[in-house]
């Protein structure tokens, strides 16, 4: 076993067969690689002199050309591009951040040790169930009623689009706030289909106007069948 007990600094590559033990900070500046377990009672900063004050772990890759500092998780019956991959996926002024799973797993996200969100390997999400439908890229469940809420200020609308390749709002359901109306929109945002607005009233071809509960316009024709 290796116990230190004060700060350990490692410069080059190391690899250690046994149980480590550090009671102040340690920080690796090469590849390392430990067959035991590893207590460190402080900071630890892997690629840096400076780990961050608030974080246990500070990882910085600055050696290559396209640095990248992110965290493999390699199964036995996987190699490790096909692994887990938690960090930074490009050197830049605004990285993105990625979690990734390269195996035909699910990546599932819990609380209170519950599931509470999962993507399975075809890349469609469950957020309170686990059962993917097909067809579906989104499921929302729960044991009871299940609610979707869309909150917007008070002078703003809680919109739902719907899209095709030609046109990104082919169809919306508005809920406009300023008025409390309901809207239905076709053929694009620009066409109103239907309103009901504060009062309960409905207006086809146009916002409802005059006191009535229904109120038609275009050619005025309502056409009822059995």
Known sequence: DVSVSGALIVGGAAQLNSTVTVAGAATFEGAVSVSGAVNIASAVGIGTTSPTN????????????????????D???SDVSNGVKIGYTAASFAPDFEIANGDAGIIRLSTSNTEALRIDSSQRVNIGTTGSVNG???????????????TAAANFNS??????????????IVYAHNGDQLRFHV???????????????VGIGAEPSGGTALDVRNDGVLEVES
């Open 54 to 73: 608030d974080a246990l772990l500070t990882i910085k890759d600055s050696g290559s050309a396209n640095p990248m500092a992110r965290i493999s998780f």
């Open 75 to 77: 199964s036995g019956d």
């Open 136 to 150: 579906y890229p989104l499921h929302v469940g729960s044991s009871g009623n299940t609610q979707v809420l869309l």
């Open 159 to 172: 919109t739902i689009a719907f899209g095709d390749p030609d046109s990104s709002t082919a169809g919306q």
């Open 187 to 201: 053929n694009g945002n620009s066409t109103q289909s239907m309103t009901i607005d504060s009062s309960g009233a």
